[in-house]
């Protein structure tokens, strides 16, 4: 009986190297690593311990009775809190559930030809470098983390950067720059370019603040404060106000000044808030939809007062069928500024620029997406995103994007081809404030390697 504890705790410790093996890429590394050299002296120990006991066995076969039954408890005791304590340390590997932090990115370069500029258009395009990216990810525990960080020729920015909560399997809790919940999510559209929303700060803009998500099968919930934008407001410490990934507003445009040109009446957003709500369908084995409306709403601060107040809302759909996504939105923002002014100016990708003060947007896009086994291809997705910004305070000409294109999935490279034609639309020879009648062309490649 004595012999089968040993064997028992024996075993136990030899099965330790086991679990931990199976939980190794969840674990810290510290803390296995204190596990480890846990267990390899207590396997040490139960060697000693093996040995010891051989040794009483010799004594005891020729001892009195009663010196076996003085020997026999304090055996006894031993092998079972041995055998105990291999069984915590077991336990305790399998609760270190900690998955690594991982770190991926992206590589990109990119082809460009542009109807509207004649240099560009007589060398037939130009190919840069676009961008490297790292990104990380990962949860230890119930916390999360997830940033990533970019560098353009011309600029590096924080894309997003945040640290999160699972509180319950439904609900989430993020604090950092994160993403503002607003209408179609994860993008309002399918191209390289995004939509029209993108350049006025409606599509994937990150600012800093706290969000709390709800996700189950049928519903969508985000609720949203931001302090500020990413880049901390108009009395943040960033010396460029335009080095950003995504658009928000800076300053105000005053009388006299260029559609470009750098801001002479700060003002950005603070105390804000975000509300999204998504109900979602299976409606078959084929299909499923969702419908839901978004809100923002905040202030507007010159980095002492606050000079005005800002909203903005949507209503959005989503239709699956097969292969095919169908995606619909409208939406509609009011910069209402206490101060006179022709434009509130944006910055991002290192540039200024103008959007009126209040205007609606419309998008409706389509994709169907092929798997294919064409060597390393093995999906395209084609796709039409159509963009229309109405009814512009202070502004007559509308602005218009569509985007023509397809994009490539070869293993760890995917590639954008867009036609793009548009009017008054930022990178397409335009400007949200512009008040062209023609529409540019531009053909564009992004080419993008993601680990």
Known sequence: MKLKIIAVSVAAALMVPTALAQNTERSSAEELQQLLNQIEQLKQRVLDLE????????????ATEEQEEELAP???????ALAARVERLEEDVENAENDPIRIGGAVRTQYVWEDYNDPIKD???????????????????DVVLSAQYRWFQYMD??????????????????????????????????????????????????????????RDADWDFDIAFFKSDELGGADGLATNKSDRYAYDAVGLRVAGEGIYDDPAALA???????????????????????????????????????????SAWAVHGLYNYDRWTFMGQVAQYDYDMDVPDIGIVVGAYNYFDTIPSKATLYTANIA????????????????????????????????????LG????????YTYFDLVTARNQPFVGGSMSGDAKDTNTRFNINIGYYF
């Open 123 to 141: 060398r037939g395009g130009d190919f840069d470098f676009d961008l490297i990216r790292i990104d990380y990810s990962g949860e230890i525990g």
């Open 368 to 403: 169907y997406s092929m798997p294919v086994k064409w060597g390393p291809v093995t999906n395209l997705t084609f796709y039409n995103d159509f963009s229309l910004m109405t009814d512009k305070r202070l502004y007559t000409e509308d602005t218009l994007m569509n985007v």
């Open 157 to 214: 920015v924080v894309q997003h950067a945040w640290v999160g909560y699972n509180f319950t399997d439904n609900w989430q809790g993020q604090l950092g720059v994160t993403k503002v919940p607003f209408g179609n999510t994860p993008y309002n559209s399918n191209s390289y370019f995004f939509s029209s929303n993108f350049y006025v700060g409606l599509e994937d803009d990150h600012d800093m603040g706290a969000k709390m998500r709800y």
């Open 74 to 80: 304090r055996r006894e005791v031993r092998s079972s």
């Open 268 to 310: 950005a957003e603070t105390n804000s808030w975000a509300l999204r709500g998504v109900r979602k369908w299976t409606l078959d084995e084929l299909s499923s939809a969702e419908f839901g409306a978004s809100l923002q709403w905040g202030d507007m601060n010159d980095g002492i007062d606050n000079v005005g107040e800002r």
């Open 406 to 413: 397809f994009a490539v999935a070869a293993g760890g490279l």
């Open 51 to 62: 040995q010891r006991v051989a040794q009483e066995q010799n004594v005891s076969e020729s």
